[in-house]
């Protein structure tokens, strides 16, 4: 079986070397990423890689976005940075990475737009979003642009979780404790971008727009029925805000447009959520992914651990080439056209 990852991260050369300069990747991002070699040393990532046969990445940057690690005046050149050397590594190593998605600098909007048309035209595989803008929404107008753009171009959004330890979890507090940020957080993160995607009517905007969920949907497939039932009733609980017109300009119920998202199987190797997600969204819209190099031996753990989880589950042999590779192929145009 052919196996390709559609969500992992890696830092090109410049790019790392660049991060490492800024305050944030200076400090402790810089500690953490040095101790994970295979997210930043190609050696030690194809060293990795190497061990499994049949298998193959779409490649991404990783945490945090570059807006994070530097201003609007530097963000648009450090992404360029990013994808120039993801596309370097995709032409170097074609036969272990088949594609790449492209990062932007969105806290510039308009030069993020520009970058997204430069890196399809340069054949990038996709574009990499980031669950909010410094606190801003995706679904804020400054940002339709680049919807506009990957739907036109027929290639997915990875959407991946971004949240700090500065965001609270109760308002009488300044930070997040015990790491529940990201442990509990990014989950939730993800499940937000995507409320608001639906509520906002960008699905609705942008109908053959391809969202990929790190994390397979996050909470959405574990509370579907919450989804299915308490939507179905939007606006009748609250006083707050005056949510007829959203119920109105809706065309189908809520859960139908969460399961127009798709998912990867990137779960840290847990099988119970893996059957949970193909459940909700389906083999068609379920993609093989690991987050290498992020598991607590390097790399490999997760991949051999996911690839055995697909290799045990009960489904139909197609099933099974569609999420491990025959979505991906399809999605990110590897050797098809887009579609």
Not at 155 to 161: D, E, M, N, V
């Amino acid at each position: 079986m052919l196996y390709i990852d559609a969500f992992n991260h890696f830092f090109p050369h410049r790019f790392f070397e660049e991060m490492l300069r800024t305050p944030a990747g200076s400090k402790d991002l810089g500690k953490r990423m040095r101790g994970i070699p295979a997210v930043h040393d190609i050696d030690a990532r194809l060293r990795v890689l190497d061990e499994f046969e049949n298998y193959a990445q779409v490649l991404s940057l990783g945490l945090p976005p570059v807006e994070l690690l530097v201003g609007p005046d530097r963000s648009p050149e450090l992404a360029r940075i990013g994808n120039d050397g993801l596309a370097e590594l995709v032409a170097k190593y074609p036969d272990r990475f088949v594609g790449y998605a492209a990062s932007l600098p969105m806290d510039v909007p308009d030069a993020a737009a520009r970058e997204a048309e430069r890196v399809f035209a340069g054949g990038a595989n996709a574009l990499q979003l980031f669950t909010n803008v410094k606190g801003l929404p995706l679904d804020d107008p400054r940002f339709l642009p680049i919807f506009a753009i990957a739907a036109e171009a027929g290639r997915p959004i990875l959407l991946h979780p971004v949240r700090t330890l500065a965001i609270p979890d109760y308002s009488t507090e300044t930070f997040s404790r015990y790491e529940i940020w990201t442990i509990l957080g990014w989950p939730y993160e993800t499940s937000v971008a995507m409320a608001r995607l639906v509520f906002s009517g960008i699905l609705d905007r942008f109908p053959d727009l391809k969202v990929v969920t790190h994390h397979l949907g996050a909470m959405i497939p574990y509370f579907s029925d919450r989804i299915r039932h308490g939507w179905s009733q939007l606006g009748t609980r609250t006083s707050g805000e005056n949510l007829d017109s959203v119920a109105k300009r809706m065309k189908r119920p809520a859960v139908a447009y969460f399961q127009d998202f798709y998912g990867d199987t990137a779960l840290c190797g847990s099988r119970a959520s893996i059957i949970c997600g193909l459940d909700f969204f389906g083999a068609d819209r379920v993609l093989f992914a690991t987050d290498c190099p992020f598991d607590p031996e390097g790399g490999r753990g997760y991949i051999r651990d996911i690839t055995a989880i697909m290799d045990s589950l009960d489904i139909p042999a197609e099933d099974r080439e569609k999420i491990c590779h025959r979505n991906a192929e399809r999605l990110f145009g590897l050797g098809v056209g887009p579609g």
